[in-house]
């Protein structure tokens, strides 16, 4: 037996038990005639100790163990001397009678421990050892039992895991996808599933009523700190349900999941329209653990001084930042160079501080007239001591976009955003489309099987772009962790869609003609939605990236730097594809 015990359970109450362990060596110490070795698995970490005087053999064996060597020992639980607070078995030791190596390691690249001397790279490219660190290992733990815990929540609620296929066709109107090489159709190509989306619909003209799936998804985009070429879904969809009941049975998997892993009880989900999110936060996904929301300031500053910048306007918003007049010249500065920044683009800040006596000093007090800047005041509901920082441009989304980035930086600076606190609201009343000024044409904003909001139905004919969908999306500190809609079952109205996004009937017909010949037999009405299980995660875990919670994630330029994929191929392998490559030379 190569173990009766872990590295993590032995306590106080096991004293003078005999045990057997096996493990990972992290470190050993030798102090006078003692050697002490810290012994590692996954489960903990306990401590051994050699004692010379009693075998010197035994001791002189410790003394030859290097760092991350395998071995397994044979003694007896004691007592410690000076006990360790940080350690869950910090009680205890293990008297060595028997030490037996089982395999040897090469010195290895970075200490495997809380704290590591290694960088990122150095990291990744030895991924198998980072996960030894139990500061990474524990978030793959966190993963493994949010995904049984979605899986018990749903299993409770009549859900069937249901498999889909992974080498799909290629579908427009996503991002980018993968594709694979056919060798049996020799120029044709398989698509990885950006999400089961179709799938998960014809699975209710099937009848399935309740399916989900944790699933990985494939785009082929830029990638950014929260994304990655591959992902994993957790992918839902019902049958015979309207908006409503969708919004309930996914707050009950939320508040399933806070309870049961982070033991929080999380409130009834508050629901903000998306013009609303827009309105006040500038964004699709507000982080709502800060209030500071936008005021418009039309009214109050378009046309009432000389100021031409917000004569000129489009749209003018501040925010009220709660007793930060003490910011100084030069820290006013910094925000200013921060919104200028081409990530943010805006062209300027400008900003008034309230005295303790209740008057308002600003960057354009010359502009205005005292009663104006005491409307500002007003309008902002600024009280002594509060800062008021103004953006205003030529574009109302693009503006408010710059105001949100302004918000949420200082909602950082001001301590607002802590990992540890939770806010959670639906977005709901998605648009149905938005205008990309790229393909100079309406998109689909959810995807293009989203349903309308029935009474909105008639606004397709006359005014596409300001019909609302029945699409949602779960957010949790400025973060969309899920999403999905109330999908079109009507092959009629699905044809018009289509129409609408810019397909020809035929090019419908070739791409969807499956999906909409499927509608013909009894498609019940359903919907559902996906959540993006690593953000989800990563949140719970109080990651800066979603990497850190996938065991062998990809960098940002979408490569595997342990496995070194992509790579190229074989010419033999490329014949056999029929696949012709100029090779980039060196
Ligand atoms: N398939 C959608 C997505 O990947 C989610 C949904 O509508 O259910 O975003």
């Known amino acids: 037996m190569f173990r009766t015990k872990t590295c993590g359970e032995l306590r106080l109450a096991n004293v003078g038990e005999s045990v057997t362990l096996s493990g990972w060596v992290q470190r050993t110490r030798k102090m006078g005639g003692m050697t002490f070795a810290d012994l590692r698995d996954r489960y903990g970490i306990t401590q051994l100790v050699f004692d010379e005087s009693t ?85 793959l733990e966190l993963r493994h039992k949010f995904a049984f815990e979605v899986r018990r929540y749903l299993d409770q609620q009549g859900f069937m895991e249901i498999e889909t296929p992974v080498l799909v066709n290629s579908t427009p109107e996503g991002a980018r996808d993968f594709v694979v090489p056919s060798r049996m159709n020799p120029g044709q190509f398989y698509a990885l599933p950006q999400s089961p989306q179709t799938l998960k619909q014809l699975l209710m003209v099937a009848g399935m009523d309740r399916y989900f799936q944790i699933v990985k998804c494939f785009r082929d985009e830029d990638l950014r700190a929260d994304r990655q070429p591959e992902f994993t879904q957790i992918d839902c969809e019902m049958s015979f349900v309207e908006q409503e009941d969708i919004l309930q049975m996914f707050e009950g998997m939320s508040r399933h999941l806070f309870k049961t892993i982070l033991n929080i009880d999380i409130p009834t989900l508050p629901r903000m329209t998306w013009a609303d999110a827009m309105k006040y936060y500038g964004s699709d996904k507000p982080d709502t653990r800060f209030d500071m929301k936008f005021v418009e300031l039309m009214d109050v500053l378009k046309g009432t001084g000389e100021f031409s910048v917000f004569n000129e306007a489009e749209y003018i918003g501040g925010i009220c930042c709660e007793g930060q007049a003490v910011y100084t010249r030069k820290q006013l500065d910094q925000l200013t160079d921060f919104v200028r920044r081409p990530q943010i683009g805006a062209k300027g800040l400008v900003y008034a501080r309230v005295g303790e006596d209740g008057t308002l000093k600003s960057s354009v007090d010359k ?140 090019q419908a017909q070739q791409k969807f003609g499956f999906l909409m010949n499927a509608f013909k037999y009894g498609a019940p009405p359903h919907g559902g939605l996906a959540y993006g299980l690593d953000r989800f995660v990563s949140l719970f875990a109080q990651l800066d990236s979603i990497r850190d919670c996938i065991a062998f994630p990809k960098n940002n330029s979408g490569r595997d730097v342990m496995l070194d994929a992509p790579g190229f191929i074989d010419q033999s392998q490329l014949d056999e594809l029929c696949l012709q490559i100029d090779l980039p030379k060196e």
């Open 55 to 139: 075998d010197a053999a035994l001791c002189e064996q410790a003394n030859r163990l290097g760092r991350e060597w395998v071995i397994q020992v044979v003694g007896e639980v004691s007592e410690r001397q000076s006990k360790n607070q940080n350690l869950p078995t910090g009680d205890i030791e293990i008297i060595v009678r028997q030490l037996v190596v089982l395999n040897e390691s090469a010195v290895p690249p970075f200490t495997i421990e809380e704290q590591s001397d290694g960088g990122d790279d150095l990291r990744m490219k030895y991924r198998y050892l980072d996960l030894r660190r139990p500061c990474v290992r524990k978030n």
């Open 367 to 506: 502009f205005y007239s005292p009663e104006v800047l005491e409307n500002l005041k007003n309008a902002m509901q600024a009280k002594p001591g509060d800062l008021i920082l103004i953006i205003s441009g030529p574009d109302t989304l693009k503006a408010r976009k710059q105001l949100c980035e302004l918000r949420l930086e200082m909602g950082s600076r001001m301590g607002l955003r802590p990992k540890d606190k939770f806010s959670c609201l639906w977005v709901i009343d998605f648009p149905m489309y938005e205008w990309s000024d790229e393909e100079q044409r309406l998109m689909a904003m959810h995807h293009p099987f989203t349903s309308p909001k029935p009474e909105d139905i008639p606004l397709l004919d006359t005014d596409p772009a300001s019909v609302r969908a029945n699409a949602y999306d779960m957010v949790i500190n400025g973060v969309e962790v899920g999403g999905g809609s109330i999908r079109i079952h009507d092959a009629k109205l699905q044809q018009k869609i289509f129409e609408i996004l810019g397909f020809t009937p035929e």
